[in-house]
């Protein structure tokens, strides 16, 4: 069975830095792109960021160009989003999700919340 | 970026009637269209990918059509467990997801 599950959501202070990490297990990892998407509670969905297989490809949205950071480490099975310069509009619940290349998303975790306010 | 417009924002619908789901893209994308149903509480799950294509399990009363910039998601005979938000999704360039259509009981 494909699970992804993220953690390392948390309350934060706008300017401050968070590195949400999202295990996989049921499948060959390495054999897929990984993303990671957002949506802001009662909100739409919101592509943040993709990566290849082998990390040789790497996508933003220009809202996060320059501040987060994606990766991966296939020999752990895992995704990571480092978020730096957080803002108040970065609140979201972070959802990862894998798909054949940085284009669809056929499964998707259930997210970790992400809230960033004084 | 490439903005893709979802229309109606809410749609009523009755069960066992048909729904269709517009998606319109601001450039052309070709076929690089997916759809996805999102219920309260629930991450995202793949339709249809490719405009056209469904996704392993899911129903023929899925169907999706278009290319280009215009998009349509079809149910053909709604069930209940098809009241739910939709979202189509481009990745022609880079990604971009549409606003959403509500698809609620009348």
């Known amino acids: 069975e494909v699970q992804l599950v993220e953690s390392g959501g948390d309350l934060v202070q706008p300017g401050r830095s968070l590195r949400l990490s999202c295990a996989a297990s049921?499948?060959?990892?390495?054999?897929?792109?990984m993303h990671w998407v957002r949506q802001a509670p009662g909100k739409g969905l919101e592509w943040v960021s993709g990566?290849?297989?082998?990390?040789?490809?790497?996508a933003y949205a220009d809202s996060v160009k320059g501040r987060f950071t994606i990766s991966r480490d296939n020999a752990k099975n895992s995704l990571y989003l480092q978020m730096n310069s957080l803002r108040p509009e970065d609140t979201a619940l972070y959802h990862c999700?894998?798909?054949?290349?940085?284009?669809?998303?056929?499964?998707w975790g259930q997210g970790t919340l992400v809230t960033v306010s004084s | 970026d490439i903005v893709l417009t979802q229309s109606p924002v809410t749609l009523s619908v009755s069960p066992g009637e048909r729904a269709t789901l517009s998606c319109r893209a601001s450039?052309?994308?070709?076929?690089?269209l997916a759809w996805y149903l999102q219920k309260p509480g629930q991450a995202p799950r793949l339709l249809i990918y490719?405009?056209?294509t469904r996704a392993i399990g899911i129903p023929a009363r899925f169907s999706g059509s278009g290319s280009g910039t215009e998009f349509t998601l079809t149910i053909s005979s709604l069930q209940s467990e098809d009241f739910a938000v939709y979202y189509c999704?481009?990745?022609?360039?880079?990604?971009?997801f549409g606003q959403g259509t509500k698809v609620e009981i009348k």
């Open positions: 490719a405009a056209s």
């Open positions: 999704q481009q990745y022609n360039n880079r990604s971009t």
């Open positions: 990566i290849s297989w082998n990390s040789g490809r790497i």
């Open positions: 049921g499948f060959t990892f390495d054999d897929y792109a």
């Open positions: 999700g894998k798909g054949p290349g940085i284009t669809f998303i056929d499964y």
């Open positions: 450039q052309s994308i070709s076929t690089t």
